[in-house]
């Protein structure tokens, strides 16, 4: 079994219906699949994919889309929290360093959810680009009671560990499929067999052979036979751990 721990299944971005994305991934032996809420406005229609049975979703504020944030937008996502106890996790939430005009405004938002967490008692999936070092120090202050999911992780080992250390999984992606992805390559052999999940991000964060391609939830299988190969694993072995964890992470039956 296979759980494709983050995909963004906004289907006005991909070219066939949601029937047939599902079942090509069920094809492959993909049986959930946790997709993040990233602004308000997405909200209601991650929620509504959550009533799928094979379907966990997370709410979130995506630091990509600051700009489109609100101050009441917080308020707004703690009530819903409390009224939908089946949301698994916060997220996406982080801090993106891409974009330094809005680091004010992405600490800020960030912070917030983090005390929603903390307060929900959830883990959090966390964006983190170009702050691995800065996001370890603040997740550290909070030391959050469910911890989370370091999405796409793509630092060192030395980072790895650190996340790790505070009770984070990191997320494991298309970027790992790229043999020029050296250190990350050899930050995945590394990792313990519980220390991270497998994920997609699609349509985002195409795998190698499928650049400028939408990305699908059926190709973390594809991720799931590389990661294998790295580590000297099956991809049986890699898929049920993976899938293990994820379910202790989110709280899934």
Known sequence: MLIDAHCHLDFAQFDRDRTEVFEAAKAVGVRRFIVPGTTRARWQQVLALGARADTSVCLGLHPYFVDEHQASDIDALDQLLAEHPDVVAVGECGIDGRFTDTLEAQWRYFDAQLQLAKQHSLPVVVHCVKANDKVVKRLRQLALPKAGLIHAFSGSIEQAVAFLGLGFKLGVGGAVTY??????????????????????????MPLSGYQGMRNEPCRVAEVCNVVATLRGQTAEQ????????????FGLP
Do not use: C, G, Y
Request: net charge negative.
């Open 179 to 204: 043999e020029r992805a050296n250190r990350l390559r050899r930050t995945i052999k590394a990792l313990p067999d519980d220390a991270f999940v497998l994920e997609t991000d699609s349509p985002d």
């Open 238 to 249: 890699v898929a049920s751990q993976s899938s293990a964890t994820a379910s202790t992470l």
